[in-house]
């Protein structure tokens, strides 16, 4: 289904709210992969029959654009879901009826037990029960928030796409992150920097008077995974989006968004306050917006700057979230450039922010003096851990040196107790193969969400640091780097559709396992039979560890071209994987950078020798012999080897599994992910084959592979 080039008055769309919704439900049988994860088929008979009884009319008194929002999709569901008419019920005075509302709405229809329930609900928190009440059998749909009655109506939505039984229902969620975002690295050009799915789906030229069908559709789904927080522009981020006539369309995009429970924030250019012609040199592309000969934290003519700018952005959106700001890394200024520090040139922008109730967001990903970037986040931030204003997040990526395929956690997270930590996921696949390859990235962050930081003792993984929970915080956020685009797709395929999906879901519950949430995500978005669903499962799951095989095994990582971060080009790399005629991988140990220095001692020590290091770690912390013997019994070489072989073979495997589901799933559908598993299969030997060919130079594989 491709979406028509619909130019709409921003006065009508709230009129075409409810129809829009409708609209959305018939992508019914849509192979395209435009509707995503929200594909409202016809269930089997069985299940037909069972919901139908459950779900005949939903009585929902709440007129708010949030609840009609919630009520309109629950219809267009159910109807797709067992095809006939689900009425939209004036009186809460019957049977077989799904109750959506808050608390204060419904309460006088619910029993004492469900009110009770309902009311130690935290946050955005929902319950959802069948109940006898009075002898009338209904469905309740509750939170004491009106986004918390949409993320129910998306939950039970989900329960009946996956084929779940209609009884028992009765199901409580919260999320366990309260900031759940996506960070757009949207250029006001319409590029999109590391965007594999399209162009930018904002239309900066059209607003604000005009308005896409596609900001409501991005809600939605949005909304559908419990998305809350949206940054519309790239963190190397363009002055002018603080502009009045920026901001006048970043209101209209605040309010479409608004009406699915999410709150709009922008990426700040630090040096904004600046006249253009004094912005510093390092300020490559853009001047400043201001009047300011400097952009110093501490000149009170600066500070005043941002604090007008703030009254102004929040006079048009009352509800605007904060800032995001990179600073002092890859040629963004910051506080660096004026000798001040991190913590300084944050508290200066929060404190702007904090009379309006808006936060502030500082990146982590910036360059210090250390020879071994890795140290950098850590000595620049640790130091100031209970400084930060209560308003501000330091997001972090998940790797110390960027999103690499495999990296261990950054030791920032479970050593600033007394700071917000945010966790920055990238689902953009910047170093995982575009648009081309398979690879689910649920595997990859349930990985780094279980990793144990070991900060409270065993037990203390990065979850828990994010979710609040190790150290009592009562703010929380995570965040990822968005994969959409205005292309059919979405997301530049349709497994990178997957990663969506998978990012919303973890944020909501860090602890849910990549297995289930790829099986949720299957059944969700392919019309195929159980076993199919199986099937494409283990391709799914096995497909993360396979791109890591045939591209940087055992830890290896940034071995690809600087110019496209797509293809390798391990010559231009040395300074990451140091091979040369002695071994291979970057010493990190306390014989080394000592990186492993800022993790707490039980994993410092393990880190530290190559023989406890996890293999899939090994090059990262280690430089290590060509011959070393590994535990696999192989040497390093022949392992080295045999993983990008394994990596190769396995995307073969992918390749041989998905021909043999050619008619179990919609034609179209199947050729488009077959002629991207034809691209990556030549892809995994263009890997492989560069860099065994490279490492051969050094490792001369007749010595390096007998070992002692
Ligand atoms: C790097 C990307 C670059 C981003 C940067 C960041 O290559 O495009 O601007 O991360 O996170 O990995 O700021």
């Known amino acids: 289904m491709r979406y ?60 708010s654009e949030i609840l009609l929002n919630a009520r309109n999709e629950l219809k267009t569901a159910i109807e797709g879901f067992v095809e006939s008419r689900v009425i939209i019920s004036k009186s809460s005075d019957g049977e077989g009826m799904i109750m959506l509302g808050t608390l204060a709405q419904l309460k006088e229809l619910m029993p004492k037990n469900l009110v009770d329930t309902a009311n130690a609900l935290k946050d955005v928190g929902y319950l959802m029960e069948s109940v006898i009440h009075e002898g009338k059998k209904n469905t309740f749909i509750v939170s004491k928030n009106e986004a918390g009655v949409l993320y129910g109506t998306f939950h039970f939505i989900r329960l009946m796409q996956t084929g779940t039984p209609a009884n028992p229902l009765r199901i409580t969620s919260e999320p366990a992150v309260q900031m759940r975002m996506l960070n757009h690295w949207d250029n006001l050009n319409g590029s999109i920097e590391r965007g594999y799915g399209g162009r930018s789906l904002w239309k900066w030229d059209e607003l604000p008077d005009q308005t896409d069908p596609r900001y409501r559709e991005y809600a939605r789904f949005c909304a559908s995974i419990g998305i809350n927080g949206v940054v519309l522009n790239n963190v190397n981020a363009d002055p002018r989006i603080l502009r009045p006539d920026y901001l006048e369309k970043v209101a209209v995009l605040a309010r479409e968004f608004r009406a699915w429970g999410i709150r709009t924030y922008l990426s700040a250019n630090f040096a904004a306050p600046m006249h253009p012609s004094d912005t510093p040199d390092r300020m490559k592309h853009w001047g400043g917006i201001g009047n300011l000969d400097t952009a110093d934290p501490l000149d009170p003519a600066v500070q005043e700057w941002w604090k007008k700018k703030a009254t102004e952005i929040y006079r048009l959106i009352p509800d605007f979230g904060g800032f995001l700001v990179k600073a002092d890394s890859e040629g963004m200024v910051g506080p660096r450039v004026y000798e001040r520090t991190h913590l300084e040139g944050a508290n200066m922008l929060a404190d702007a922010l904090a009379p309006h109730g808006g936060t502030l967001i500082w990146r982590a990903f910036v360059y210090g003096s250390s020879e071994d970037r890795a140290l950098d986040a850590y000595l620049e931030f640790k130091p100031y851990d209970g400084e930060f204003r209560d308003n501000v997040f330091i997001q972090v990526k998940n790797g110390p040196l960027d999103f690499q395929p495999r990296e261990p956690f950054t030791p920032l997270f479970g050593s600033m107790p007394q700071t917000h930590l945010a966790l920055e996921l990238q689902v953009a696949k910047e170093y995982l193969g575009h648009a081309t390859t398979l690879a689910f990235l649920g595997s990859k962050w349930s990985e780094i969400l279980g990793s144990d930081t070991y900060a409270k003792g065993s037990g203390s993984t990065v979850a828990k640091v994010i979710d609040g929970s190790l150290y009592g915080q009562k703010k929380t956020c995570i965040a990822g780097v968005a994969n959409t685009g205005d292309g059919d797709e979405w997301c530049g395929s349709v497994f990178n559709q997957a990663n969506w999906y998978a990012y919303g879901r973890l944020a909501w519950n860090p602890r849910l396992s990549a297995d289930e949430i790829a099986e949720e995500w299957i059944k969700m978005t392919f019309e195929c039979d159980l076993p199919t669903s199986m099937v494409i499962k283990s391709m799914m799951m096995g497909s993360y560890d396979a791109y890591v095989n045939y591209t940087m095994p055992l830890g290896l990582n940034f071995l690809v071209a600087m110019s496209d971060h797509y293809k390798p080009l391990p010559e231009s790399r040395k300074k990451y994987h140091k091979a040369d005629e002695g071994g291979i991988g970057f010493d990190r140990t306390s014989r080394g950078s000592n990186y492993v220095g800022q993790y707490h001692p039980e994993l410092r020590d393990i880190f530290d020798d190559p023989a406890k290091t996890p293999l899939n770690y090994l090059l990262w912390f280690h430089h290590l012999p060509w011959n070393t013997k590994l535990s696999t019994e192989r040497t390093l070489w022949e392992e080295l080897v045999f993983r990008y072989d394994r990596g190769v073979s396995d995307v073969d495997e992918m390749a041989e599994t998905w021909k043999t589901l050619e008619g179990k799933i919609a034609p179209d559908r199947h050729a488009s992910v077959m002629s991207k598993l034809i691209q990556e299969k030549q892809f995994a030997r263009m890997w492989r084959d560069k860099c065994i060919n490279y490492f051969s130079e050094f490792a001369k594989p007749e010595e390096a592979s007998s070992g002692d």
């Open 4 to 63: 028509p080039k619909l130019l709409i008055p921003i006065f009508v769309t709230a009129a075409l709210a409810i129809q829009a919704s409708v609209v959305a439900g018939e992508s019914k049988n849509d192979s395209s992969g435009s509707s995503l994860w929200l594909d409202y088929r016809a269930l089997t008979p069985d299940l037909q029959k069972e919901w139908s009884e459950s779900a005949q009319r939903i009585y929902c008194p709440g007129t």
